[in-house]
């Protein structure tokens, strides 16, 4: 007895874990840096930790307000319909949910390459295929109209990331209008946000209150730090919102996650801190570190080394773990979260000793 031919299917690389790594070396974790995952290094906002603690006594029932009041928050902060707000366990749920909602066996999907693996994933889970267009190092992973229209054939569901992991490069909104008004009726445009607190760049959630082929995805993940709570949402167009009750895994985002997520909506001065600390470690990284970078709008920094996992790897020894890049098809290159001013200062200074020793070939492709 096996289960289904899963050869398609590549499995998710996370980045390392502190402990894991802290244990495989023999060391503690004091003394590693942590920036290979884009965690927010503030920790959780205070008072959805705080919300935790106080509704921790409540976990024998089924989260039923919690997610109710969370939706309410979430539509009039972006001024939708509640009907409109697809809470879900990390964005990554609402991609599943996007998928089950679109998807027949043998739709496609066209995803960027690199790209955020779970996309393709999500699609070949539901029986569907999966296209690529290309963002080209070259260009700095830029992000336009005709890049992705010149690949798409079609295809039901349409990934854009905006900004980019791993590049952090983002798409103009008139770019996704452009993208929307140029696919088929039946094509579903998805801009991923899951960055989107640390860009200067507008939502594309306008888009959605005024079309009907263009879904948005958020998470608490990353700016708001409760990347362990499994949280996020997608914002999706009218006539789409009664499929939720059809396509969502029951209770799936759960109590403490919802009443963690409302606290942090509140909190404005931990998000402001968390997008401010991130500003300015991408310019120090991007001013101090000795490899060429790429401007990003994200709270990470790609960095081109030459050979990713080597650099990744002594990096590793030299107490910071940064994300080795060949997974999204980018072996130049690693990918490093910004850090406290403290850890991200600590980390450049342990990271240009690695690099010395590993100079990228001149002709080393990314
Ligand atoms: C982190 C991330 C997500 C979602 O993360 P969740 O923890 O599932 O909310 C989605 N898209 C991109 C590009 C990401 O980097």
Same mark, same amino acid.
């Given at each position: 007895m096996q289960p289904r031919d899963l050869s398609d299917h590549s499995p998710y690389v996370p980045g390392r874990g502190v402990e894991e790594v802290a244990r495989e070396l023999g060391i503690?974790? !004091? $003394?590693l840096i942590k920036?290979? !995952?884009?965690?927010?290094?503030?920790? @959780?906002?205070p008072a959805a930790v705080e919300a935790i603690r106080e509704h921790a006594?409540?976990?024998h029932q089924y989260p039923k307000s919690a997610h109710t009041d969370l939706t309410e928050r979430i539509a009039e902060e972006w001024n939708v319909?509640?009907?409109q707000v697809w809470v879900s366990p990390g964005a990554d749920g609402s991609i599943d949910y996007l998928s089950r909602a679109a998807l027949e066996p043998d739709d496609a999907v066209l995803v960027p390459s @690199?790209?955020? $693996?779970y996309y393709a994933m999500s699609a070949r889970y539901h029986h569907a295929t999966v296209s690529e267009y290309t963002l080209s190092a070259a260009d700095g992973f830029t992000q336009d109209a005709e890049t992705v229209l010149s690949a798409y054939?079609?295809?039901r569901i349409v990934y854009l990331t905006s900004?980019?992991? @791993? !590049?952090g490069s983002t798409i103009p909104l008139e770019a996704v209008r452009t993208i929307a008004d140029a696919t088929a009726e039946e094509t579903l445009v998805v801009v991923d946000e899951?960055?989107?607190?640390?860009? $200067?760049v507008d939502s594309a959630i306008p888009l959605v209150r005024e079309r009907d082929d263009v879904a948005v995805l958020r998470t608490f !993940?990353?700016?708001?730090?409760? $990347?362990?709570?499994?949280i996020g949402y997608s914002v999706v167009p009218e006539a789409w919102g009664s499929a939720y009750a059809r396509v969502n895994t029951p209770f799936a985002a759960n109590e403490l996650a919802c009443r963690a997520a409302l606290a942090a909506l509140d909190d404005t001065d931990h998000v402001e801190k968390s997008v401010e600390t991130a500003r300015w470690a991408r310019e120090y990284m991007t001013d101090e570190l000795d490899a060429e970078t790429y401007p990003s709008a994200g709270n990470f920094v790609l960095a081109r080394v030459g050979d990713g996992s080597a650099v990744a790897e002594a990096a590793k020894h030299g107490g910071v773990i940064i994300r080795d890049c060949t997974s999204f098809g980018l072996p130049g290159c690693v990918r490093i979260s910004t850090g406290t001013r403290e850890d991200t200062r600590e980390a450049v200074t342990r990271l240009n000793r690695v690099l010395a020793e590993h100079e990228p070939e001149a002709e080393a492709d990314a």
């Amino acid at each position: 007895m096996q289960p289904r031919d899963l050869s398609d299917h590549s499995p998710y690389v996370p980045g390392r874990g502190v402990e894991e790594v802290a244990r495989e070396l023999g060391i503690d974790r !004091s $003394a590693l840096i942590k920036l290979s !995952s884009n965690e927010n290094p503030h920790g @959780p906002s205070p008072a959805a930790v705080e919300a935790i603690r106080e509704h921790a006594d409540r976990v024998h029932q089924y989260p039923k307000s919690a997610h109710t009041d969370l939706t309410e928050r979430i539509a009039e902060e972006w001024n939708v319909d509640t009907e409109q707000v697809w809470v879900s366990p990390g964005a990554d749920g609402s991609i599943d949910y996007l998928s089950r909602a679109a998807l027949e066996p043998d739709d496609a999907v066209l995803v960027p390459s @690199p790209g955020f $693996a779970y996309y393709a994933m999500s699609a070949r889970y539901h029986h569907a295929t999966v296209s690529e267009y290309t963002l080209s190092a070259a260009d700095g992973f830029t992000q336009d109209a005709e890049t992705v229209l010149s690949a798409y054939g079609g295809e039901r569901i349409v990934y854009l990331t905006s900004p980019h992991n @791993p !590049s952090g490069s983002t798409i103009p909104l008139e770019a996704v209008r452009t993208i929307a008004d140029a696919t088929a009726e039946e094509t579903l445009v998805v801009v991923d946000e899951a960055y989107g607190e640390f860009a $200067a760049v507008d939502s594309a959630i306008p888009l959605v209150r005024e079309r009907d082929d263009v879904a948005v995805l958020r998470t608490f !993940s990353k700016a708001y730090g409760l $990347a362990g709570l499994r949280i996020g949402y997608s914002v999706v167009p009218e006539a789409w919102g009664s499929a939720y009750a059809r396509v969502n895994t029951p209770f799936a985002a759960n109590e403490l996650a919802c009443r963690a997520a409302l606290a942090a909506l509140d909190d404005t001065d931990h998000v402001e801190k968390s997008v401010e600390t991130a500003r300015w470690a991408r310019e120090y990284m991007t001013d101090e570190l000795d490899a060429e970078t790429y401007p990003s709008a994200g709270n990470f920094v790609l960095a081109r080394v030459g050979d990713g996992s080597a650099v990744a790897e002594a990096a590793k020894h030299g107490g910071v773990i940064i994300r080795d890049c060949t997974s999204f098809g980018l072996p130049g290159c690693v990918r490093i979260s910004t850090g406290t001013r403290e850890d991200t200062r600590e980390a450049v200074t342990r990271l240009n000793r690695v690099l010395a020793e590993h100079e990228p070939e001149a002709e080393a492709d990314a």
